[in-house]
């Protein structure tokens, strides 16, 4: 009974609180090639990426167009010069400023391909630029998060020197092997206005690489993030959504990453989500969550009471369906956890570099690529007690996910380091992997049930803010 007070009296503070801490800043002065290309690349406009498909046969390719747009199309050849090319017919929504964004779905790819592509409308064609598939199940993803492009003061010089941080960090991580797949887990943008978008993938990088976004509090604080993003299996059933996101999952190797809109408190929806995927892809071996706001990571004291809401919101769907890892944003601050089970450390990994069959969810949380979290008085922040490693950095942090079949390494890196600060190697020797199988808990329905009422006010309250303040944010 008392877990039952306490998590209603959480979820009641939880809808006064709005927290924000000291954040400094890190982006780096584009040089000179930078600015040339950023000429360009800003007056073209078009923010055109490449978000994974369903699964490695598919790549999803979106980017925008004149209001008056007639067709938008992708055409893919196995040869530079585009010969015998496929064309991918797409289609297109109309964007709050009242052009276009096309999307389409590039499919039937073969394995350990290279591909070329061109994108076009009636009006326009791209240059032509390529990607490849997978071979087998062993892949390396990069993991970055709060990367923070922000128009500040208007002023497109913020876009342009944080575009070209992100793009120094992308072309870091690409020097040290083959690239994948690019995670992120939110606040991709402060302000959520189109520009922040444009200038986050403007990186040639992203042109080869699929880019997995995930909403966090800050893109929500716009409306660009729904039109500008094109994810794959996007839940078209739940009940309570946010304006700007949808859960959406893809396959990538052996590994079924869950991208979840943590805005948004519906945990029910978030959980026959999860119900479904499973069930559509029962033999997959590992089980990744991303979202955007932190657990057990880097304490901001006045956070705290929302911590504790999202721990017990969040928890037992990593218990019931048996998560393998779960990566996270939002404290700007690197942690990574002990095994969780039931909220609780399950095994410590406290000092070691590697476990086999951990008892339960590792989490980990990456530091800000143009926001570092600030010291104060000189003085590391807490973390909670469920965390085995912690590593505050005023540089922005990307990480390495090596996928095999039987383990994930992660490697760790400040931009511009030789060496990674920190591996660490999870490993597993069955799909179920250590993880305990009764993670359920009598106390679980009423929880999410408290979950779902707080969700469904908080996006009534949401939606209408949006639409009371619509051009504060449209045309920016
Ligand atoms: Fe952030
Ligand atoms: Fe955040």
């Avoid at 020197?161 to 943008?189: C, H, K, M, P, W």
């Avoid at 955007?292 to 019931?320: C, M, Q, T, V």
């Avoid at 700007?332 to 089970?341: E, P």
Wanted: glycine fraction near 6%; include cysteine; aromatic fraction near 12%.
């Amino acid at each position: 009974m008392n877990r039952i007070k306490r998590t209603v009296s959480l979820l009641l503070c939880a809808l006064l609180l709005c927290g924000s801490v000291g954040f400094g800043a890190s982006a780096l002065e584009a040089d000179d090639a930078w600015q040339r290309y950023w000429q360009t690349y800003s007056a073209d406009g078009v923010g055109m990426y490449m978000a994974p498909g369903a699964d490695e046969t598919e790549r999803n390719i979106s980017w925008y167009a004149d209001a008056d747009t007639q067709s938008c199309r992708v055409a893919v050849s196995e040869s530079a010069d585009m010969s015998n090319a496929r064309t991918f017919s797409g289609t297109s929504v109309r964007t709050p400023e009242g052009d276009l964004r096309c999307k389409t779905t590039v499919h039937s790819l073969w394995p350990g391909k290279t591909y070329y592509y061109k994108c076009a409308t009636d009006k326009w064609e791209s240059e032509t630029y390529s990607f490849s598939t997978l071979s087998d199940n062993n892949f390396t993803a990069m993991y970055v998060t709060d990367i923070h492009v922000s128009l500040e003061d208007d002023d497109a010089d913020s876009l342009m020197n944080q575009s070209y941080t992100f793009s120094r960090v992308l072309e870091d991580a690409a020097g040290r092997g083959e690239l994948d797949l690019v995670i992120s887990a939110g606040d991709q943008a402060s302000r959520g206005y189109r520009s922040e978008y444009t200038a986050l993938v403007a990186s040639p990088v992203l042109r080869s690489t699929p880019f997995a976004l995930c909403p966090g509090n800050h893109d929500r604080k716009g409306i660009a993030y729904r039109t500008f993003t094109d994810n794959p299996n996007e839940d078209s059933r739940a009940i309570v959504h946010s304006l700007i996101a949808r859960d959406y999952y893809y396959v990538k190797g052996d590994a079924l990453f869950f991208v979840f809109d943590s805005n948004v408190g519906s945990m029910t929806d978030h959980r026959n989500f999860v119900r479904r995927a499973l069930r559509a892809n029962p033999d997959v071996k590992w089980r990744v969550a991303v979202f955007h706001h932190d657990l057990y990571g880097g304490r901001i004291e006045r956070r705290e009471s929302e911590n504790k809401l999202l721990r017990a919101i969040w928890a037992p769907i990593f218990d019931e369906f048996r998560f393998d890892l779960v990566l996270l944003g939002h404290s700007h601050y690197y942690t990574i956890s002990n095994a969780v089970f039931k909220n609780r450390t399950n095994q410590s990994l406290a000092g070691l570099d590697s476990v086999t069959d951990p008892a339960g969810t590792v989490v980990m949380v990456s530091g800000s690529i143009n926001r570092p979290r600030s010291v104060e008085d000189g003085e590391e922040p807490p973390v909670g007690e469920n965390v085995a490693y912690a590593y505050l950095s005023q540089a922005p942090i990307y990480n390495l996910l090596d996928f095999t079949e039987d383990s994930v390494t992660v490697r760790s890196y400040e931009l511009g380091a030789e060496e990674a600060f920190h591996t660490f190697t999870i490993a597993k020797t069955s799909a179920q992997g250590g993880h305990p199988a009764n993670g359920r808990s009598f106390y679980d329905p009423f929880v999410r049930f408290v979950a779902d009422v707080y969700g469904f006010f908080n996006e009534v309250v949401t939606t209408a803010r949006f639409r009371l303040h619509w051009n504060d944010f449209v045309g920016k």
